[in-house]
């Protein structure tokens, strides 16, 4: 498995503000990805972060929206910009090596837009 | 598109009793990987049992087990001797073989009762 932290854990925003998620993971893994799960719901792809270069994005979600860099083997962000109520939701980070399939999640970043 | 569906909603079992959670699923793969994970209260994503498709073996892990009939494209979760601790939201997920993208179920959220 993997040790997988995120900053910050939960956060109250103004709309119209940007708010930047960080994932840090213990050892150097393959795949990272940014998952949100609205209140009761499960959790939905937002996108692949792609080390290097621009992140891959999943159906219904726009970088302009969701920016997410990943300068390195460890670590990501996610960005979640121009913050509506409707953006209220957690969002998880996920890691995966090439060498197996399993994916282990961060403890997530609360977020509420008011 | 695969999909993936869990019938029920919300469970609640006494303690110690045995308590099985239904999945299925809808795909035209023939590999791919299957999970259950499990969400408590403080929100952590916890990979409980895996299972590869092209093994007919059920995956067993210390109290939880799968029932894998691959023809019916059911993968179920069977927790034996439940424990208060057990009590979470559960997730089934499918994955196939050459993606790396997870697909979540709505879950069921299981109240182990003291």
């Known amino acids: 498995s993997a040790v997988i932290s995120q900053k910050p854990s939960r956060d109250i925003c103004q709309r119209g503000t940007s708010l930047t998620i960080q994932c840090q993971v213990d050892s150097q893994v393959t795949m990272m990805f940014w998952y949100r799960q609205q209140p009761g719901q499960s959790l939905t792809l937002i996108a692949t972060?792609?080390?290097?270069?621009?992140?891959?994005?999943e159906s219904g979600f726009v970088i302009d929206k969701f920016p997410i860099s990943r300068p390195n083997l460890t670590f990501s962000t996610l960005t979640v910009s121009n913050m509506s109520p409707e953006d209220s939701s957690i969002y998880l980070c996920s890691v995966a090596r090439l060498d197996s399939y399993e994916q282990y999640f961060g403890p997530g970043t609360r977020l509420t837009v008011t | 598109a695969q999909t993936v569906t869990q019938s029920q909603p919300e469970m609640s079992v006494q303690e110690a009793e045995t308590v099985t959670l239904s999945c299925t699923y809808d795909?035209?793969?023939?590999?791919?990987?299957l999970f259950w994970y499990k969400q408590p209260p403080s929100r952590q994503m916890i990979l409980v049992i895996r299972?590869?498709?092209?093994?007919?073996q059920n995956a067993t892990e210390n109290r939880f087990s799968v029932n894998f009939q691959k023809a019916a494209k059911s993968f179920s979760l069977k927790i034996s001797d439940s424990q208060l601790g057990d009590t979470a939201m559960y997730f089934c997920a499918f994955m196939k073989l050459s993606d790396d993208k997870i697909i979540f179920g709505k879950g069921t959220r299981l109240h182990i009762l003291p």
């Open positions: 795909t035209s793969e023939s590999n791919y990987y």
């Open positions: 972060a792609n080390q290097g270069s621009e992140a891959t994005y």
């Open positions: 299972q590869e498709a092209y093994k007919q």
